[in-house]
Antibody, heavy 122, light 106 residues
Framework: QVELLESGPGLVKPSETLSLTCTVS????????WTWIRQPPGKGLEWIGY???????IYNPSLKSRVTISVDTSKNQFSLKLTSVTAADTAVYYC????????????????WGQGTLVTVSS | SYELTQPPSVSVSPGQTVKITCSGD??????VCWYQQKPGQSPVLVIY???MRPSGIPERFSGSNSGDTATLTISGTQAVDEADYFC?????????FGGGTKLSVL
C-alpha cells in the first residue's frame, strides 16, 4: 500500500521560498504521476502541479511563475518550491498519487499524504 | 479557464438519499471524480471515472455524469457521511476542482 509523507518547515516568512518534500513508500515515483495540492484554512482544494517521471512538470497557470516541482528518484521523493510567498499561500499542502490513463481525462488522485500546514508570517 | 460549480451546502436526514451536483461546460465529455474530506483529514477518493467506486468505498456512494452536470448520490445516508465533498475533472492537462459542498446529516 502506497504511503506519502510531506515534510518541511511549518512557518515561512513573507517573500521567502516555501520548500516541501514528499516521501513515497510502497510505490515508485518512476511510475504513475505525482502531484501537489493545497488547501487554505476553511477553503477548497487548489491544484499546484504534477509530473510524470521523465516528463516536464505541469503547473497551475495561476502559480506557474513561482512554482518548481523536482524529483529525487534515489530517495523516492519529490519536492515543491514556491517562491515569493505571501499570507495567501498559507495552507495545508498535500502530496498525492495520480492514477488513470495518461493524456486522457480519466485520471484521479487515489492516495494522499496527511498534509502539512505551512503558515506564511513574519 | 475551466470552472466546476458546486452548491456550498446540502443537508439530508439519516437514511435518506442525497444528490450533490457539480456543473461545468460540457462536463459530460470529461471524466469526473469525487473526494470526501472530513474535518482534519486528507481527502479520500470515493468515485472515479464518473461512477466507479474504489475498493473499500460503500455501495451507497454512486456517481453519474451527463451534459453539463455530474452528480454524486449517497443512498441511505449515514451520520458518518457528514463531510465536505469535492468534484474534480481535467481540462486538457489542467486539474480543476469544484469549490466543495458541505454535507450535513441532520
Amino acid at each position: 500500500q502506497v504511503e506519502l509523507l510531506e515534510s518541511g518547515p511549518g512557518l515561512v516568512k513573507p517573500s521567502e521560498t516555501l520548500s516541501l518534500t514528499c516521501t513515497v513508500s510502497g510505490d515508485s515515483i518512476r511510475s504513475d504521476y505525482w502531484t501537489w495540492i493545497r488547501q487554505p484554512p476553511g477553503k477548497g482544494l487548489e491544484w499546484i502541479g504534477y509530473f510524470y517521471y521523465s516528463v516536464s512538470p505541469i503547473y497551475n497557470p495561476s502559480l506557474k511563475s513561482r512554482v518548481t516541482i523536482s524529483v529525487d528518484t534515489s530517495k523516492n521523493q519529490f519536492s515543491l518550491k514556491l517562491t515569493s510567498v505571501t499570507a495567501a499561500d498559507t495552507a495545508v499542502y498535500y502530496c498525492a498519487r495520480g492514477q488513470g490513463i495518461v493524456a486522457t481525462t480519466n485520471r484521479y488522485f487515489d492516495s494522499w499524504g496527511q498534509g502539512t500546514l505551512v503558515t506564511v508570517s513574519s | 479557464s475551466y470552472e466546476l460549480t458546486q452548491p456550498p451546502s446540502v443537508s439530508v436526514s439519516p437514511g435518506q438519499t442525497v444528490k450533490i451536483t457539480c456543473s461545468g461546460d460540457k462536463l459530460g465529455d470529461k471524466y469526473v471524480c469525487w473526494y470526501q474530506q472530513k474535518p482534519g483529514q486528507s481527502p479520500v477518493l470515493v468515485i472515479y471515472q464518473d461512477n466507479m467506486r474504489p475498493s473499500g468505498i460503500p455501495e451507497r456512494f454512486s456517481g453519474s455524469n451527463s451534459g453539463d452536470t455530474a452528480t454524486l448520490t449517497i443512498s441511505g445516508t449515514q451520520a458518518v457521511d457528514e463531510a465536505d465533498y469535492f468534484c474534480q475533472a481535467w481540462d486538457s492537462t489542467i486539474v480543476v476542482f469544484g469549490g466543495g459542498t458541505k454535507l450535513s446529516v441532520l
